[in-house]
């Protein structure tokens, strides 16, 4: 189980930095910071998938990067298990397994040497990389090109591979910042058939996304983030009871719009 | 560290600018420059010296002997002209009309005994940086005048045994106390660095975008930032890579620059080369590239921090261009006159390298200098990996 309260994190703004009229009056901007993230708080069980959603800007990807402890936050906790990621966060990292928003691929190395890699940097022993390349790979149907360059894949191909290298050390924890953005219906299948593989097997996963298809036919649990601050966050059915006919994206314009808040922990 | 080393490594070996700035470069850089110029020089030359001057003499009567000197030779063609006022003339030259007039003063006699000094006029153009006219005419000039100083002499009874004790009472005859080797090294060491110091910063200039600035556009630093390793041990992995590129390229240098000095000195018979290729031995190349490894671990640690503070390779492009050019400045300091290897220019990063070459070719260095020179080079590396590592941990840079 992973759990977050209270994250927060401010970035300075860069000298002479401009603000738009929107900027100006998003309470976020103080100064000479913008606090990206103020209050963010949820938790994640075993086998349960959390839909991530809010608008652009809303602090999602932020969150992510703290909880994938690519940035610092200023304030707030992250447990995984019994194990503060913040005080060991290499330690963590072993645990974590993270798909940015972009594939991150390396071009010039093929889908097996770029999911090779990361194996690597996680200590695992190259029999046991292998192994594990080989299991992925079958899942992802990813065979046909493990030896093609990712500068000369598809878009489909190349998420497929970034999923296969962010989960190949077999993290505790799956969080991914929207996987199927830009890909084609067969390929988002596959992407999404290979969530409910991980739910099945009873690994956490927290995955951003705006696709609300996506979050009802996977999440148990769904987070709004709304200007930093986690504005819902309850079950499902929960946040589809906030319409009057289920509908999800009636449900996130309420919260959105501050018309509700849930903080329950029910499913 | 090493699994970061060894992947940047192998993706750079398949990138083709890389391949082209470590390795092509140097190794085709040395014949561009003792080759293509010297062949280019010399075609040059040659079409030069085999050019026909036409030219006008004005008042030719009043010195026969010189205007026969001039019609004999095998540059110049004589052709008519009615001018004879000098600004005329200088407008007749410029309009292509002929290429040089010499005007002796109507007043001249080659046989009068006055001892007065005759000024005559040449009209050419002084332009060009190989003054071939100029040179064919002082040598006739001074041949004339030779002509004029003994028959002048003679006739006041000097012989011509005794024109040179008067006109040149004193001669000296130069034996220099400096070996071949140590001429040579003062008129090329402090080239070799302003060769190779250079190509050292190129071999590790693009590397260290595309593993800095070039990661983080491609969305791959994230990934990497949240592997199970520490930031210090990434920036070494990619650090390391950068220098070897840099050596890389420093090797390929210094052995692309024996061989084909060789090659060039020997074989094409090119003789200031081979006279220092043989001048030149291998612990002098090998006490080069020692000086050349703390300087590339210089250049990769700045290079390096730069690229890592980019947002974009376009911006790190942006900062690196200047400094390319910024490398040039302490080097052309080492060529200035005057300026030697001492306890004080030993302490001048890249200047200290650049006047060690030197002493190294002139085969005059003082190994207590040199040895300061690396030492402090050294130090300097070593803090600047220092603030290279102490770079990459921090937020504000990585995610700007």
Request: net charge neutral; with cysteine.
């Amino acid at each position: 189980m992973i759990e977050i309260r209270q994250l927060a994190k401010a970035f300075a703004l860069e000298k002479g930095q401009k603000l738009s009229e929107a900027e100006l009056q998003d309470v976020r901007y103080t100064g000479r910071s913008f606090c990206s993230v103020r209050d963010v708080s949820f938790s994640c069980a075993r086998g349960e998938v959390l839909g991530l959603l809010g608008p652009n800007g809303a602090g999602k990807t932020t969150t992510l990067r703290m909880l994938s402890t690519a940035l610092k936050p200023d304030a707030g906790s992250i447990l995984l298990g019994n194990e503060d990621v913040l005080k060991d966060p290499v330690l963590a990292r072993r645990k974590i397994g993270f798909l940015s928003s972009s594939t991150g691929l390396y071009g010039r190395l093929t889908a097996f040497e770029n999911v090779a890699y990361f194996a690597r940097l996680h200590g695992m022993s190259e029999l046991a990389l292998r192994q594990r390349i080989d299991e992925l790979f079958t899942m992802l149907d990813m065979h046909s090109f493990a030896s093609r360059r990712a500068e000369l894949m598809s878009s489909g191909m190349k998420q497929k591979t970034a999923i296969a290298r962010a989960v190949v050390h077999s993290p505790a924890l799956v969080v991914l910042d929207e996987p199927t953005t830009g890909l084609d219906i067969m390929t988002t299948q596959t992407v999404l058939d290979f969530i409910r593989g991980l739910k099945a097997a009873g690994t956490p996963v927290i995955f951003s996304t705006h696709h609300l298809d996506e979050v009802s036919s996977l999440c148990d649990r769904v987070v709004v983030i709304n200007q930093g601050i986690s504005a819902f966050d309850d079950s499902l059915s929960a946040f589809s009871n906030l319409s009057s006919n289920g509908d999800l994206r009636e449900a996130f314009m309420t919260v959105i719009k501050g018309e509700a808040k849930s903080c329950g922990k029910s499913i | 560290m090493w699994q970061v080393y060894i992947k940047e490594l192998l993706e750079l070996s398949r990138d083709r600018k890389t391949l082209m700035f470590v390795i092509l470069l140097p190794i085709l850089i040395f014949p561009v420059i003792f080759g293509l110029i010297a062949l280019v020089a010399a075609n040059v030359t040659a079409s030069k010296q085999a050019e026909e001057h036409r030219y006008v003499i004005i008042h030719a009567e009043r010195a026969p002997a010189f205007a026969e000197k001039l019609f004999y030779h095998k540059n110049f063609k004589q052709v008519s002209t009615e001018l004879t006022e000098p600004e005329a003339l200088r407008q007749a030259v410029r309009d292509g009309k002929f290429d040089l007039a010499v005007v002796i003063p109507a007043d001249f006699d080659a046989s009068s005994p006055t001892l007065a000094q005759s000024q005559w006029t040449v009209i050419y153009n002084t332009a060009p940086v190989l003054d071939l006219v100029g040179n064919y005419l002082k040598d006739l000039v001074k041949d004339y005048s030779r002509q004029l100083q003994l028959a002048r002499l003679e006739a006041v009874g000097i012989t011509g045994d005794q024109v040179d004790a008067v006109l040149e009472p004193v001669k000296i005859n130069k034996i220099s106390s400096a070996e071949n080797r140590e001429d040579l090294g003062e008129k090329l060491g402090g080239w070799i660095a302003y060769l190779l110091v250079p190509l050292c910063f190129m071999g590790c200039s693009y590397p260290a975008i595309d593993i800095g600035a070039g990661e983080k556009e491609r969305g791959t630093l994230e990934t990497l930032l949240i592997c199970p390793i520490s930031r210090t041990n990434l920036v070494l992995g990619k650090f390391m890579t950068v220098l070897t590129t840099g050596l890389a390229t420093a090797l390929i240098t210094v052995l692309s620059f024996g061989g084909w000095g060789y090659l060039i000195g020997s074989l094409a018979g090119v003789d200031v080369i081979a006279k220092a290729m043989a001048a030149l031995g291998l612990t002098d190349l090998l006490l080069i590239l020692a000086m050349l490894i703390p300087l590339t671990m210089i250049f990769a640690s700045v290079l390096l921090s730069l690229s890592i503070y980019a947002r974009s390779f376009k911006e790190a492009q942006n900062y690196i261009g200047p400094m390319s050019i910024l490398v040039f400045v302490p080097l052309a300091l080492a060529l200035l006159p005057g300026v030697e290897l001492t306890w004080k220019t030993a302490l001048i990063p890249m200047t200290n390298i650049s006047l060690c070459i030197k002493e190294l070719v002139k085969g005059t260095i003082d190994m207590g200098i040199l040895s300061l020179v690396i030492a402090s080079t050294v130090v300097l590396a070593g803090v600047l990996i220092a603030v290279c590592v102490h770079w990459f941990q921090r937020e504000k840079v990585l995610f700007r």
